[in-house]
């Protein structure tokens, strides 16, 4: 049964500066990487997770998260097409179901390597 309202809780967070992101103008920004379960992923997605610091929420979208205020029901959704980052693939304008494909893709890669779990990757900015 899933509880739409427990915060989305990454499986692994990167320091910050472990990756260094492009931004659209051009200029370099160190960040840390969060990597959510699948379920979480479809959590934030469906606004009942805050895309900024995983608090949980009984009805999608509330205007402000309870956690760290951000605007959930104005911004969430562009703020997920804007950084979601499924692979290394920085920048691309391709859809987040195509991004979600391409994780898998690069997971599956990563699993061998660690013999880890499984997750569905995304990347969203560090904190502050
Ligand atoms: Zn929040």
Redesign the pocket.
């Known amino acids: 049964m899933t509880h739409w309202s427990k915060p989305a809780l990454p499986i692994e967070t990167e320091e910050a500066g472990e990756t260094l992101y492009m931004r659209p103008d051009g200029s370099i920004i160190s960040q840390s990487r969060r990597f959510y379960s699948e379920e979480d992923i479809g959590r934030i997605r469906a606004g009942y997770c ?6 949980g929420h009984d009805i999608p979208f509330p205007a402000a ?6 605007p ?1 029901h104005d911004l969430q959704a562009e703020y997920l097409a804007k950084w979601y980052q499924g692979t290394v693939r920085l920048g691309s304008q391709i859809n987040v179901d195509d991004e979600l494909e391409e994780a898998a893709r690069v997971v599956e890669f990563e699993r061998r390597q660690r013999d880890g779990t499984s997750p569905t990757q995304i990347w969203l900015p560090g904190g502050d």
């Open positions: 805050c895309a900024k610091c995983g608090e998260c309870f956690g760290c205020k951000f959930m």
